[in-house]
């Protein structure tokens, strides 16, 4: 699938009906996702593969797999009201792109449960974690779990991240390494009522890592 038909594909995904803001929970644009699934697509980690979606919302990311031909998705999330949304949206979009949605599962469950799952033999680990972790901007430090998780859970990871945060990120995961980096820009629409501006405009990094758990 083209670039930018997948991001028109995925325009058509909802977002959140009422966001909670300590969850900082922002729709994944799909000028951000589409690009961001072609690059794993393109690695060879989506199609064929089992996939887990941490943090998954209304299941952008989880759908975009399928759509691009993911094995089986798995999204996790700790709000059980985004999971209702994510099911529905995915049913939704089975319907037009004609995968089969009974390929996709929504958990609630907070991601540093994961590894239990899998230590416990609940869950096995996947080939390909694809994450956009809350940026920290409500408590420092709030990405760190879901890196936490996703380096026991998977093979390779896919993560969007603030601007300036390779160095931090590199020495954090290792020895897990990270093999690919670009820069986008992530516009962000007027969610809350702090935002002054109806879409604000801030830089990206999306990181490539394998494990090496």
């Not at 700790?78 to 599962?105: P, R």
Request: net charge negative.
């Amino acid at each position: 699938m083209k670039l930018r038909t997948l991001e028109i594909a995925l325009e058509k995904v909802e977002g959140f009906a009422a966001p909670n803001v300590n969850l900082e929970q922002y729709k994944t644009p799909a000028v951000v996702a589409a690009p961001f699934l072609h690059m794993a697509f393109m690695n060879g980690d989506i199609e064929g593969k089992t996939v887990y979606d941490l943090g998954c919302g209304t299941g952008i990311l989880s759908i975009g797999a399928a759509i691009l031909g993911a094995d089986s998705v798995i999204g996790f999330d700790i709000d059980e009201t985004a999971v209702s949304s994510a099911k529905e949206n995915a049913a939704h979009m089975a319907d037009i792109f004609e995968y089969d949605d009974s390929a996709i599962q929504f958990i609630v469950s907070d991601v540093l449960k994961i590894p239990e799952m899998i230590e416990s033999k609940e869950l096995e680990r996947a080939d390909t974690i694809l994450m956009n972790p809350p940026f920290g901007a409500q408590e420092k430090g709030n990405d760190r779990p879901f890196l936490d998780a996703a380096i026991a859970a998977g093979s390779v990871i896919y993560s969007i991240h603030n601007k300036g945060s390779r160095a931090f990120i590199e020495k954090y995961i290792k020895p897990a390494v990270v093999t690919n980096c670009f820069i986008t820009e992530f516009p962000i629409r007027k969610t809350f009522d702090f935002h002054k501006k109806e879409i604000q405009t801030i830089d990206v990094e999306i990181y490539r890592i394998e494990s090496k758990s």
